[in-house]
């Protein structure tokens, strides 16, 4: 069987995702959750910029139409808001169980996707998507089953911050995924590749000039922290750009659900790294949870 061109560019991207969700992690004790956030798209846009820059050597730029710079606004937006979500969820719980609960995006892209797109889902789909979330579960619910199917379970427990802060993080990112694949597709032409980077780097510019703003107005002193912070900041800016370079290229290929439900071995990546760089303590109940989620990406591909 021949391997459709977007599979490997979104494991790819999940690969190098995690890399800047661990470093931009190790970036919460110097900023706030915003700063942190911030400090990924700001450092990344120079490296886009660079990357459509090459592009365009070869290539004409499209032009993009009404219809192209609502989308990418609202991406822009939901992107910002689940990035926030998803580094403070990072304070509650440990690093692979918080990127777990946003995770839920893929459900959630589906719906957006078919609302928006008519991207449908197959039954083959919908069972890889069931069997990862099932993994999902797993990871992210700190109570034993007894305690649910007994009764004794408390909303509380089940659904904390972490919990509210994941699934919030989870829908934000289903929006933002599917209006940057609509943004990529209401261009009038061009291939997949600058089609994928126009709406890349007009996306990331947006969201460097509004959060920029915002930090300005509401976080005194966090702009000078982050540009403090370059160091780290310029490696979470390098991963930040590459792994956005590959989830705008495949969703620009492939439906969001598909990319971003094959795009859930980042969870398993995000899990080694709670284990090998952080020492966090993880349960068998974890680990059964990765292994589902395995399956499911599987069923998927």
Do not use: H
């Not at 004409?60 to 910002?80: D, H, K, R």
């Not at 540009?227 to 590959?246: C, E, K, N």
């Not at 439900?261 to 990765?290: D, P």
Request: glycine share 10%.
């Amino acid at each position: 069987m021949e391997i459709e061109l977007w599979i490997p560019i979104t494991i790819a991207a999940a690969f190098v995702q995690n890399i800047r969700s661990v470093l931009q992690k190790r970036l919460t004790g110097r900023l706030s959750v915003n700063g942190a956030s911030y400090a990924r798209f700001c450092y990344a846009l120079p490296f886009v910029w660079v990357y459509i820059a090459v592009l365009l050597t070869f290539r004409s730029l499209p032009t993009p139409g009404l219809e192209f710079w609502a989308y990418c606004m609202l991406g822009a937006v939901g992107q910002i808001v689940a990035t926030s979500a998803l580094v403070a969820s990072f304070t509650y719980r440990n690093f692979a169980v918080g990127t777990a609960f946003s995770k839920t995006e893929v459900v959630q892209a589906a719906a957006f996707g078919l609302l928006v797109l008519g991207d449908a889902v197959s039954l083959e789909v919908l069972a890889g998507i069931a069997v990862s979330l099932i993994g999902v579960w797993l990871l992210s619910v700190k109570v034993r089953l007894r305690e649910l199917f007994g009764g004794s379970l408390q909303l509380g427990t089940a659904f904390g911050r972490a919990s509210v802060l994941g699934l919030a993080s989870g829908a934000c990112f289903a929006v933002a995924i599917v209006c940057y694949r609509a943004a990529s597709l209401s261009l009038p032409d061009g291939d997949y590749l600058i089609r994928a980077s126009t709406t890349l780097a007009v996306a990331v510019t947006l969201q460097c000039l509004l959060m920029g703003i915002y930090l300005s107005w509401r976080e005194a002193g966090e702009m000078t922290r982050v540009a403090a912070a370059w160091r780290p900041g310029i490696w979470v800016g390098v991963t930040g750009a590459l792994a956005s370079i590959g989830w705008f290229t495949a969703v620009t290929l492939e439906a969001a659900a598909l990319v971003r439900g094959v795009g859930q071995v980042e969870l398993i990546f995000a899990f080694a790294a709670s284990v090998w760089l952080f020492k966090e303590r993880v349960t068998g109940r974890e680990l059964a949870g990765v292994a589902w989620i395995a399956v499911g990406v599987w069923l998927l591909v």
